[in-house]
């Protein structure tokens, strides 16, 4: 296993199966049903896009589903780069900040 954020991958995703997982906090995260309202999509393509780009986190099988707000908006606008920077840690660079602020979250 190496220490880098993402790995090479065949994943037509582009986000590597074993990548670091993005940190949330408190105020990043929404549910389920919010993400559903914010963005007009399924509750089915939702939890495809969780773990198709690893955006989410739930604790165990009957814990709720826990979204990166700001992720979220990342992979809604298409922004991969964006999001492996935030998968990084990296969530002062200007990419990632622009996310940040069009959602009124602090960085």
């Given at each position: 296993?190496?220490?880098?954020?993402?790995?090479?991958?065949?994943?037509?995703?582009?986000?590597?199966?074993?990548?670091?997982?993005?940190?949330?906090?408190?105020?990043?995260?929404?549910?389920?049903?919010?993400?559903?309202?914010?963005?007009?999509?399924?509750?089915?393509?939702?939890?495809?896009?969780?773990?198709?780009?690893?955006?989410?986190?739930?604790?165990?099988?009957?814990?709720?589903?826990?979204?990166?707000?700001?992720?979220?908006?990342?992979?809604?606008?298409?922004?991969?780069?964006?999001?492996?920077?935030?998968?990084?840690?990296?969530?002062?660079?200007?990419?990632v900040r622009r996310f940040f602020d069009h959602l009124g979250l602090s960085v």
């Amino acid at each position: 296993m190496t220490n880098a954020p993402i790995e090479n991958s065949e994943n037509p995703s582009g986000v590597a199966v074993g990548a670091w997982p993005i940190l949330m906090r408190r105020g990043d995260i929404i549910t389920l049903k919010e993400a559903v309202h914010r963005t007009g999509k399924s509750d089915r393509t939702l939890r495809s896009w969780c773990k198709l780009f690893g955006i989410s986190r739930q604790a165990n099988g009957g814990a709720p589903i826990e979204i990166s707000a700001p992720a979220l908006e990342m992979v809604m606008h298409g922004d991969m780069e964006a999001l492996e920077l935030l998968r990084s840690g990296n969530r002062h660079h200007p990419r990632v900040r622009r996310f940040f602020d069009h959602l009124g979250l602090s960085v």
